[in-house]
């Protein structure tokens, strides 16, 4: 009996302090982060190169003072020399093109939450400076209906048409993400009063329904954090990379509110199997029948 009570006291604590992670996760803004720090400060040394008008960009092997190799196209070779230089050139203009695509457009260090996309304070000094001034928002809300307004203009119909179509679909993986952890919650405090009104009145049935209860709510965190990952992984890989893709330069991750969702989960699962196994421990009552005396002469 003292064994049931301490593991269904055990699970209760572990199912609260699930409660308490996941009411975090849900309030705080850290599941996705993004740091362009060195992205902006890469894109601002090749912007300075390319308005400074005394600076001639020359790769080292065109400078006029080296020879030509023997070889080499220069020469009017076609030895295996010249393929390294040719392979080189283009390596060449291939980056440079990506770094020109990459800094048209404009990338923010930005922590992402369920409800709002926000800014990261103190990583931009010119984006701190727009929003001081009111120019931009710090936090804008993350939407969960869809809106044509999203979509980028003049662009032709097939792509257009591909979009709209992953727009929908990220939008159908936000949905589930903040749905299902919105449930997790609820069941998992429904499971926590039968689990505290079970312990009051020694009712080892919904000790054990509220351990299937936590149970349940485990599943859809599970099913939540799956989705919410399964989206985020979606939006880097849409089409075009060119407007949806991040640069390498670019370094992200999963901040402190997805730990904590991840936490919660474990301690509710943990909680449902401690509440389930509990009133297997219970020690059934004995109920003792006397047998009534025999009297003397009677049978």
Known sequence: MAAMKILTS?????????????????????????????????????ANKRNDP?????????????????????????????????????????????MESHCSRQFNSTISG???????????????????????QRCTPVKYHYSSSILPRNLPVNITKTIRQDEWHALHLRRMTAGFVGMAVS???????????????QHDLMQYVAGLLFLMGGTCCIISL???????????????????????????????????????????????FLCTLAPSLSTPARTTTHKPRQENGTV
Not at 187 to 201: D, T
Request: proline content about 5%; aromatic content about 12%; charged content about 20%.
């Open 10 to 46: 055990a699970g209760l604590f572990l199912a609260l302090c699930a409660l308490g992670l996941l009411a975090m996760a849900i309030c705080t803004d850290y599941w996705y982060e993004t740091d362009a720090r060195r992205h902006r400060e890469r894109c601002k040394n090749y």
């Open 54 to 98: 005394g600076y001639i960009y020359i790769p080292s092997h065109n400078l006029p003072l080296q020879m030509p190799l023997r070889g080499s196209p220069e020469r009017g070779g076609s030895g295996p020399r010249a393929t390294p230089l040719i392979r080189e050139k283009r390596h060449f203009v291939a980056a440079a093109s990506a």
């Open 114 to 136: 369920l409800w709002r996309k926000c800014h990261r304070e103190g990583f931009d000094l010119e984006t701190e400076d727009l929003i001081y001034k009111g120019i931009i």
């Open 187 to 201: 069941i998992i405090l429904f499971g926590w009063i039968i689990g505290v009104l079970g312990c009051c009145q």
């Open 226 to 272: 799956c989705t919410c990952v399964a989206g985020i992984n979606f939006e880097l890989s849409r089409f075009p990379r060119s407007m949806y893709g991040l640069p390498e330069d670019i370094s992200h991750g999963y901040g402190w509110s997805m730990f904590c969702a991840w936490g919660g989960l474990g301690l509710t699962l943990l909680a449902g």
